[in-house]
C-alpha cells in the first residue's frame, strides 16, 4: 500500500477537521507507548497474537495519526516526502 492510499483508506473513515487537536494529542499518546515498546524491546514483526504493545502496532499507531493530521491539513504525504527529498539532497550533499 503506498503512503497516499493509507491516507485515502484513513480518510474514508476517521475525518473530522474540528477535532484537530484531539489527533495531535493521540499522536504524542502513541509516541509515548512506543517509547515504551521499545524500552521493553519488543521488536520484530509480531503475528496477530503478539501484535498488542508491540514496537509494530506502536508505530503503525503513529503512523495513522500523522496520516489522520495530514488529511485534516491538506497535506499530501507522498508529495512532502518527493519536496523534503529534494531539500536533503542539497542540505546533506547527497
Request: glycine share 4%; charged share 35%; proline share 2%.
Amino acid at each position: 500500500m503506498k503512503l497516499s492510499e493509507l491516507q485515502s483508506h484513513i480518510k474514508e473513515f476517521d475525518y473530522a477537521p474540528e477535532q484537530s487537536e484531539h489527533y495531535f494529542l493521540k499522536l504524542i499518546e502513541e509516541v509515548g507507548e512506543l517509547s515504551e515498546s521499545i524500552r521493553k524491546g519488543k521488536r520484530g514483526q509480531p503475528t496477530l497474537d503478539e501484535l498488542k504493545g508491540s514496537i509494530a502496532e506502536e508505530l503503525y499507531d503513529v503512523l495513522y495519526y500523522v496520516c489522520a493530521l495530514a488529511n485534516i491539513h491538506d497535506v499530501n504525504l507522498e508529495k512532502t516526502h518527493e519536496l523534503k527529498e529534494v531539500l536533503n539532497k542539497v542540505k546533506y550533499n547527497r
